[in-house]
C-alpha cells in the first residue's frame, strides 16, 4: 500500500469519525434542548405568617387586623333586679368590685362591641384609677353624684377617659320596657364609638401576659411550568388550615372555688365543655337551683380566665357611704386558668400602667387566651376550693 492510499484511508477514517462525533454531538445537544424545553421548572414557597392577636384577650384572629379603635368600658347594674344582663359574654374583660352592699361591674369591650348592652348604671370614684390602663378608652355610664361627675370630668380632660356617658352621648343610649328604672338604660357601642371616638385613636395596649401561642395563618405552596417553546406557564396554590399550639401552665388542679365579697357569693366552676370557669350567684331572685350568671340568650358566663386580687377599699372623696376600689398598690392573688390556680401576689405602682402578676416562685403568671375577669374582693375575703362532687354538681345547673 502506497503512502498515499493510507493518507486517503487514514484521512477518511478521521472524516467519518468527525461526522459520527459531529452527529452524536447534535443528536446529545438536540435531546437535552428539547429536555430543557419540556421538563417543568418547580419552585416551592412555603410562608408562615402568625395571625394578629387581640391586645386585651391574646386571641389570634385576623379581624384583628382591622381598624383601629378605643376600648369601650361600661358600668354595669349587677342587683337581682338588673339579671339577666345583656352583653356578659362579649366584653373582653370583667371587672367586679364592690358598691354598697352589693358588686357592680365594669365592662371592657374592644374585640366585639356588643349591641345592645346594660343596664348602665352609675360612674363611681373608684372608676378613674381601675381604667386608667386602658390608654383613654371610651368611659359609658349614667348617673352620679356632683363629686363624681366632677372626677370623670377631671379624668376626661387628663387623657385619662373619653366621657361617653348618657348625658355626652344620648343618641347612642335608650330606655328598655320590659324593665323598671334604673334598671332599663342600654347602650349601642357602635354607635358610641361612631360619636365619641376620637379621630385616629389606636387600639389599647395589652394588660395581661398570656401563654404563648403559635398560630399560623396558612402554609402556600406554589408551583410554576414554563417552556420556551409553548410560552405558557401554571400555578397552583395550596392552603394549609391554621395550626395552633400552646404552652403547659403551672399551678394546682382545682374544680373550682367559692368567694364571699361580703354580702355577694359567687362560684366559679372549671368546665371542660367550655374551657372555662362556670359563674353562678345565688341572690334574693336567684335561689341556687336558679344560679347560674346568663346573659339575656341564655349563656352562662365561663371565661378563660379568673383573676381574684385582694385589695384594700377606702371611702369615696365624694360619698362617704361609697366604698372605693384601691386598685394602685400591691397584694395577694390567685389567678384561675385552664383548670389551675396559681397563687402570687399583684403588683401596681401607677394608675397609668397595668397590674403585674407574679407567681409565689418569682416568674411571671400567663394568662390563657381569652376573655377574662378580674375580681376585686377585700382583702380578709373569704374563697375556699370546692371539691369535685360539687363542682359537677354546680355545672348541672341549668338556671
Same mark, same amino acid.
Given at each position: 500500500?502506497?503512502?498515499k492510499?493510507l ?23 438536540s ?9 417543568p421548572?418547580?419552585?416551592t ?15 389570634a ?20 333586679d338588673?339579671?339577666?344582663q345583656?352583653?356578659?359574654n ?34 363611681r ?17 349614667s ?7 366632677g ?5 376626661a ?9 348618657y ?10 320596657n ?11 357601642l ?42 405558557? /406557564?401554571?400555578? @397552583?396554590?395550596?392552603?394549609? %388550615?391554621?395550626? =395552633?399550639?400552646?404552652?403547659?401552665? #403551672?399551678?394546682?388542679? +382545682? &374544680? *373550682? ?16 365543655a ?36 385582694f ?29 389551675r390556680v396559681?397563687?402570687?401576689?399583684? /403588683?401596681?405602682? @401607677?394608675a397609668?400602667?397595668? %397590674?403585674?402578676? =407574679?407567681?409565689?416562685?418569682?416568674? #411571671?403568671i400567663?394568662l +390563657? &387566651? *381569652? ?9 380578709g ?11 359537677d ?7
Amino acid at each position: 500500500m502506497t503512502r498515499k492510499k493510507l493518507a486517503l484511508i487514514i484521512g477518511g477514517a478521521v472524516a467519518a469519525l468527525l461526522v459520527v462525533g459531529g452527529a452524536v454531538f447534535v443528536l446529545t445537544r438536540s435531546d437535552s434542548t428539547k429536555a430543557a424545553e419540556s421538563e417543568p421548572t418547580t419552585s416551592t414557597t412555603s410562608t408562615t405568617a402568625p395571625l394578629p392577636v387581640w391586645p386585651l384577650t391574646g386571641v389570634a384572629n385576623a379581624k384583628a387586623s382591622g381598624p383601629a379603635h378605643p376600648a369601650i368600658v361600661v358600668k354595669m347594674d349587677n342587683s337581682a333586679d338588673a339579671r339577666p344582663q345583656t352583653g356578659l359574654n362579649e366584653a373582653d374583660v370583667v371587672y367586679e368590685l364592690l358598691v354598697e352592699g352589693i358588686t357592680r361591674y365594669a365592662l371592657v369591650f374592644h374585640s366585639n362591641l356588643a349591641d345592645p348592652v346594660g343596664p348602665v348604671r352609675s360612674a363611681r370614684s373608684s372608676d378613674i384609677d381601675l381604667v386608667a390602663d386602658l390608654s383613654t378608652p371610651l368611659f359609658v355610664w349614667s348617673g352620679a353624684n356632683d363629686g363624681v361627675i366632677g372626677e370623670v370630668n377631671a379624668a376626661a380632660r387628663k387623657g385619662i377617659l373619653t366621657d361617653a356617658s348618657y348625658n355626652a352621648t344620648a343618641p347612642a343610649y335608650y330606655r328598655s320596657n320590659d324593665r323598671e328604672a334604673p334598671h332599663n338604660l342600654y347602650a349601642h357601642l357602635p354607635q358610641v364609638l361612631q360619636l365619641k371616638a376620637p379621630e385616629k385613636q389606636g387600639n389599647p395596649a395589652p394588660i395581661f401576659n398570656f401563654r404563648k401561642v403559635v398560630t399560623a395563618v396558612a402554609t402556600t405552596t406554589t408551583s410554576s411550568s414554563s417552556s420556551t417553546t409553548s410560552k405558557k /406557564s401554571v400555578s @397552583t396554590t395550596t392552603t394549609i %388550615a391554621p395550626t =395552633t399550639t400552646t404552652t403547659t401552665l #403551672p399551678g394546682a388542679l +382545682t &374544680p *373550682g372555688f367559692t368567694l364571699d365579697f361580703g354580702g355577694v357569693v359567687v362560684d366559679y366552676v372549671w368546665n371542660p365543655a367550655t374551657k372555662g370557669w362556670s359563674r353562678l350567684q345565688v341572690d334574693g331572685s336567684h335561689p341556687r337551683a336558679k344560679s347560674p350568671t346568663l346573659d339575656t340568650a341564655g349563656v352562662q358566663v365561663s371565661p378563660a380566665n379568673v383573676i381574684v386580687q385582694f385589695i384594700d377599699y377606702g371611702q369615696s372623696p365624694s360619698d362617704s357611704r361609697s366604698p372605693m376600689a384601691i386598685t394602685v398598690g400591691s397584694g395577694k392573688v390567685l389567678i384561675f386558668t385552664d383548670g389551675r390556680v396559681i397563687a402570687g401576689t399583684w /403588683s401596681r405602682p @401607677t394608675a397609668d400602667k397595668p %397590674a403585674v402578676y =407574679t407567681a409565689n416562685d418569682g416568674t #411571671p403568671i400567663l394568662l +390563657t &387566651p *381569652g376573655r377574662t375577669w378580674v375580681e376585686l374582693p377585700r382583702i380578709g375575703s373569704g374563697l375556699s376550693v370546692i371539691d369535685q362532687a360539687t363542682a359537677d354538681a354546680y355545672l348541672a345547673i341549668k338556671g
